[in-house]
């Protein structure tokens, strides 16, 4: 009998009973055996793995590159003391030192180390009810280089080869970056991205150029005056990035929806979970990661990780502690949010309003739907912008809440489950607080705020 090859529903390929895709894996899993057998430059099992956005020594900062493997792990809990003593921990710290090991001879020199970082980012069970989330786990491998300037990036955990890839793409942006900094005639920030995307143009299928292409001639120059050296102007050039890295991904987030509906049989919005799954391997986002790649060399991944990661998994992720900082520094608030509530009035009411991930509109479910007839009685979900309004509000991320709860020894809440917390109502500092979900009709909590706030 001959092979089928046409496409089955996805709960089916999910099973692997593709026979395009069993061929596919097979290949790769016998190429990676045949290129994994070079001589090993790690030998240390597992990897030594430095401090989350540790200082590269100087005098190897300007040839170092730095390794961030970033997941959804939740981060452990321990002190400055023991900070650096403990053993790393994440769902694919296995597999990732593995490829590590096999990396070949000639990677690593003295003058130019390689340092592996792991940052997790997942939220804490305090905001996901008091109990482990039980997400899909996601992984995301960056290389920038000894000022954590972004160079290369990857979604999903990168085998022995991809690994390799990875590195070997990082040093050719490097070298380019370098190159128009030293170039007597000064390039702008869009021919640097223009030779960036000339040399992974060829990687893509028609449909991806096509959209490469669109990306890049809607860039633009960043305001103000010209950003002509990446390397030197990296706080500038990030806050470019940051404003239209939304934009961009969101454009791209649709062709890959897409993108994966031909490849795999993507049919409801319950398969995104699955495709989830299938995103652990660097192939799935590949076309997707190579196409946005060039927009955002060169910016500072520790500006910019978060936002990475939303756009990505369609969640909202915790800060990394740097060392040295105080919780309160990573807030865009000068007052921490315990201060912030602690300055409320004891017997009023205050909203803390829940900062959703980028893209959610394009990747996480809408809101409740609200009939005619509730909106003409004023409990739709703009009466309930401007109900809250009326109260002390402020706009905070669930990793400040994670903070604030765990610095109170406050009741565990889900943020995300049964659907996202838009808000949380609280009657007073005192009370525990009334989560106002997207998933649920408005009406409800409109009243009850009416009431309290009379």
Avoid at 50 to 62: I, K, L, Q, R, Y
Wanted: glycine share 6%.
């Amino acid at each position: 009998m001959s092979p089928r090859y046409s496409y089955r529903p996805f709960g089916d390929f999910l099973q692997f009973r593709s026979s395009r895709v069993v061929l596919t894996m097979v290949c790769g899993a016998v190429l990676a055996t045949v290129l994994d057998s070079g001589p090993r430059v790690y030998a240390a099992d597992p990897v030594s793995w430095s401090t989350p956005m540790g200082e590269v020594p100087a005098a190897t900062a300007d040839d170092a590159l730095v390794v961030v493997l970033m997941t959804n792990d939740v981060a452990a809990q321990q002190n400055a003391r023991k900070r650096r003593s403990q053993p790393v921990s994440c769902w694919c710290q296995r597999s990732f030192e593995r490829s590590v090991s096999r990396v070949p001879a000639g990677y690593s020199l003295p003058s130019a180390p390689i340092d592996f970082q792991h940052w997790a980012v997942g939220l804490p069970p305090i905001v996901t009810g008091g109990e482990r989330p039980s997400d899909v786990e996601r992984a995301i491998a960056i290389v920038t280089d000894g000022k954590y300037r972004i160079l290369a990036l990857s979604v999903g955990v990168p085998h022995g080869q991809d690994l390799r890839q990875l590195i070997e793409d990082a040093e050719d942006t490097r070298v380019l970056l370098r190159q128009d900094s030293s170039d007597a005639n000064e390039s702008s920030v869009k021919e640097t991205v223009g030779r960036i995307v000339d040399r992974i143009r060829g990687r893509l299928n028609r449909i991806w150029q096509r959209e490469l292409d669109r990306q890049f001639d809607a860039l633009g120059e960043p305001d103000g005056d010209p950003i002509d050296d990446l390397f030197e102007e990296t706080t500038r050039y990030t806050s470019a990035v940051k404003l239209r890295l939304g934009s961009i991904a969101g454009q791209l987030h649709q062709v890959y929806l897409q993108d994966a509906q031909t490849r795999f049989g993507l049919t409801e919005a319950s398969d995104l979970n699955r495709l989830a799954i299938l995103e652990q391997h660097p192939a799935t986002r590949l076309p997707w990661v190579t196409t946005l790649a060039p927009f955002v060399v060169g910016s500072d991944l520790r500006s910019l990780y978060t936002d990475l990661a939303e756009v990505t998994w369609g969640q909202c992720v915790m800060p990394v502690e740097r060392p040295g900082e105080q919780p309160s520094e990573a807030a865009d608030d000068p007052l921490s949010l315990a201060e912030w509530v602690s300055q409320r009035d004891e017997k009023r009411p205050f909203t803390l309003q829940l900062r959703p991930p980028l893209l959610e509109d394009r990747i996480s479910p809408q809101r409740a739907q609200v009939t005619d007839v509730a909106r003409r009685r004023g409990l739709g979900w703009q009466d309930l912008d401007a109900v809250v309004k009326v109260t002390p509000s402020r706009e905070v991320s669930p990793g400040e809440i994670a903070a604030w709860l765990s610095q109170t020894d406050g009741k565990p809440i889900d943020l995300r489950r049964p659907s996202r917390a838009r808000f949380l109502f609280f009657r007073s500092p005192s009370d525990p607080p009334y989560p106002i979900r997207d998933g649920s009709p408005p009406g409800r909590a409109i009243s009850m705020i009416r009431q309290v706030q009379k």
